[in-house]
Nanobody, 120 residues
Framework: QVQLVETGGGLVQAGGSLRLSCYAS????????MGWYRQAPGKQRELVAA???????DYAESVKGRFTISRDNAKNTVYLQMNSLKPDDTAVYYC??????????????WGKGTLVTVSS
């Protein structure tokens, strides 16, 4: 069974930095896209950043220049380096992976989320 586990959330002051990590475990043949989404209170979940297995990246306009997504394919891990954090970045951050599991079934998997709180 595939699981995604996020770590690295917490409380930080505006202007500070945090690094999120997400590790995919279980029976996995291959992972295509891995990404980070976030959901703030009262808002819909939105894409923050994503990266494919070949290194193509995509960012939300609101985080361009401040956040960097990276990936270690050998470790099935994706990272999100968040710099110059703003109170508007406060949200639960979810990891997502599109992958082929050990039974050759494709699927999209989600982590349980990690809370990032940015104080002003």
């Amino acid at each position: 069974q595939v699981q995604l586990v996020e770590t690295g959330g917490g409380l930080v002051q505006a202007g500070g930095s945090l690094r999120l990590s997400c590790y995919a475990s279980g029976s996995i043949l291959s992972i295509n896209t891995m990404g980070w989404y976030r959901q703030a209170p009262g808002k819909q979940r939105e894409l923050v950043a994503a990266t494919t297995s070949t290194g193509t990246t995509d960012y939300a306009e609101s985080v361009k220049g401040r956040f960097t997504i990276s990936r270690d394919n050998a470790k099935n891990t994706v990272y999100l380096q968040m710099n110059s954090l703003k109170p508007d970045d406060t949200a639960v951050y979810y990891c997502n992976a599109d992958l082929i599991d050990g039974s050759y079934y494709p699927g999209a998997y989600w982590g349980k989320g990690t809370l990032v709180t940015v104080s002003s």
